[in-house]
C-alpha cells in the first residue's frame, strides 16, 4: 500500500482555510482515538492484571514441571504465547494479585472493587514488606493494615497513603535516617561526641513503633545497657542526688543540664 504523501509546513500554510481544517480534524480524531485507548486500557487493567496472574502460575508449573527451560524468563514466555510483553502496570497489579488474592489474603470481590490507584499504591506497601519483613511479611503491621483497608467499604486512598508514610519512615529508620530523612548516623568526617550520639539513640528510640520487632527488641536491650551503666558507674549517692535535681530542674525549664541553679540561696 502506497504511503499517502505528507505535506510539509510551507504547503500546510498556503492551503485554503477549509482545506486545513480539514488536517486539522485528523488530529482532532488521533487525539480521540489515543483518549479512547487510553480510557479502555484503564477499564480493563484490573482484569488484564488478572490474566497476567494466570500466566504467572501457570509459567511456574511449567518450570516446575520441566516442561519449559528453568532459564525462560516471563517475559520471554509471554512474548512467545501472548505476541508482546506486559504493559508495567498491568505487571505490577498481577503481582498484587497473585501476593494476596492468591494466598487468600483478599477477597477477589475486594480486589474488583477497589479503585485502580488503591491497588497500585499496596502493591507499593507489598513490595516494601517482602523487602523489610522477609518471610514474615504476610503478618507485619502494614500488610494487615493494607488488606483491612482494601476489605472495607469506603475509600481507601487516605489510609493507603498514611499506611505507606509510615512505612517510608520505617525504611528510613533502618538505613540511620529520621523519619524526616536526616542523617542520624554520624558520617566519618562527623565527630562521634556525646550530642551525636544521644541525637541518633533518641530518633531510633522515638521511631520504635515503626521498625520490624526484632529490631525493637535490640532498642529495648541498648536502653537497658543505658540505664545499667549509669546504675552502676562510681558517682556518690550524693553526687547522684545533686544531679537528679539540678539536670531535673534544668530539663523542665528549657535549661542548660550543666548550668548550676541557685533557688532562694541554696543551690540547684
Given at each position: 500500500?502506497?504511503?499517502?504523501?505528507?505535506?510539509?509546513?510551507?504547503?500546510?500554510?498556503?492551503?485554503?482555510?477549509?482545506?486545513?481544517?480539514?488536517?486539522?480534524?485528523?488530529?482532532?480524531?488521533?487525539?480521540?482515538?489515543?483518549?479512547t485507548?487510553?480510557?479502555?486500557?484503564?477499564?480493563?487493567?484490573?482484569?488484564?492484571?488478572?490474566?497476567?496472574?494466570?500466566m504467572?502460575?501457570?509459567?511456574?508449573?511449567?518450570?516446575?514441571?520441566?516442561?519449559?527451560?528453568?532459564?525462560?524468563?516471563?517475559?520471554?514466555?509471554?512474548?512467545?504465547?501472548?505476541?508482546?510483553?506486559?504493559?508495567?502496570?498491568?505487571e505490577a497489579l498481577?503481582?498484587?494479585?497473585?501476593?494476596l488474592?492468591?494466598?487468600?489474603?483478599?477477597?477477589?470481590?475486594?480486589?474488583?472493587?477497589?479503585?485502580?490507584?488503591?491497588?497500585?499504591?499496596?502493591?507499593?506497601?507489598?513490595?516494601?514488606?517482602?523487602?523489610?519483613?522477609?518471610?514474615?511479611?504476610?503478618?507485619?503491621?502494614?500488610?494487615?493494615?493494607?488488606?483491612?483497608?482494601?476489605?472495607?467499604?469506603?475509600?481507601?486512598?487516605?489510609?493507603?497513603?498514611?499506611?505507606?508514610?509510615?512505612?517510608?519512615?520505617?525504611?528510613?529508620?533502618?538505613?540511620?535516617?529520621?523519619?524526616?530523612?536526616?542523617?542520624?548516623?554520624?558520617?566519618?568526617?562527623?565527630?562521634?561526641?556525646?550530642?551525636v550520639?544521644?541525637?541518633?539513640?533518641?530518633?531510633s528510640?522515638?521511631?520504635?513503633?515503626?521498625?520490624?520487632?526484632d529490631?525493637?527488641?535490640?532498642?529495648?536491650?541498648?536502653?537497658?545497657?543505658?540505664?545499667?551503666a549509669?546504675?552502676?558507674?562510681?558517682l556518690?549517692?550524693?553526687?547522684?542526688?545533686?544531679?537528679?535535681?539540678?539536670?531535673?530542674y534544668?530539663?523542665?525549664?528549657?535549661?542548660?543540664?550543666?548550668?548550676?541553679?541557685?533557688?532562694?540561696?541554696?543551690?540547684?
Amino acid at each position: 500500500m502506497k504511503e499517502e504523501k505528507k505535506l510539509t509546513f510551507t504547503e500546510l500554510v498556503s492551503l485554503a482555510p477549509a482545506d486545513l481544517f480539514e488536517q486539522a480534524q485528523g488530529v482532532s480524531s488521533m487525539d480521540k482515538a489515543i483518549k479512547t485507548a487510553n480510557d479502555r486500557f484503564k477499564k480493563n487493567l484490573k482484569f488484564s492484571a488478572k490474566v497476567v496472574a494466570a500466566m504467572k502460575r501457570l509459567y511456574t508449573s511449567k518450570v516446575n514441571s520441566r516442561d519449559i527451560p528453568a532459564d525462560t524468563s516471563f517475559k520471554e514466555y509471554f512474548k512467545q504465547n501472548a505476541g508482546g510483553t506486559v504493559p508495567a502496570r498491568i505487571e505490577a497489579l498481577a503481582a498484587l494479585f497473585n501476593s494476596l488474592v492468591e494466598t487468600n489474603l483478599l477477597k477477589e470481590s475486594n480486589y474488583d472493587a477497589a479503585a485502580v490507584d488503591w491497588l497500585e499504591k499496596a502493591n507499593a506497601i507489598i513490595a516494601a514488606a517482602r523487602k523489610l519483613h522477609g518471610d514474615k511479611w504476610k503478618t507485619c503491621d502494614e500488610v494487615l493494615d493494607v488488606i483491612n483497608a482494601l476489605s472495607n467499604p469506603g475509600d481507601a486512598l487516605t489510609e493507603l497513603k498514611e499506611i505507606r508514610k509510615r512505612q517510608t519512615d520505617a525504611e528510613a529508620i533502618a538505613e540511620g535516617k529520621t523519619a524526616a530523612g536526616d542523617e542520624t548516623k554520624p558520617r566519618e568526617t562527623t565527630p562521634l561526641t556525646l550530642d551525636v550520639a544521644v541525637a541518633f539513640i533518641t530518633a531510633s528510640f522515638s521511631a520504635a513503633g515503626l521498625v520490624p520487632k526484632d529490631r525493637q527488641a535490640q532498642l529495648c536491650a541498648a536502653l537497658f545497657k543505658v540505664n545499667d551503666a549509669w546504675a552502676n558507674n562510681d558517682l556518690t549517692e550524693n553526687r547522684r542526688n545533686e544531679l537528679d535535681k539540678q539536670v531535673g530542674y534544668n530539663l523542665e525549664h528549657n535549661l542548660d543540664p550543666a548550668m548550676e541553679v541557685t533557688l532562694a540561696g541554696h543551690a540547684n
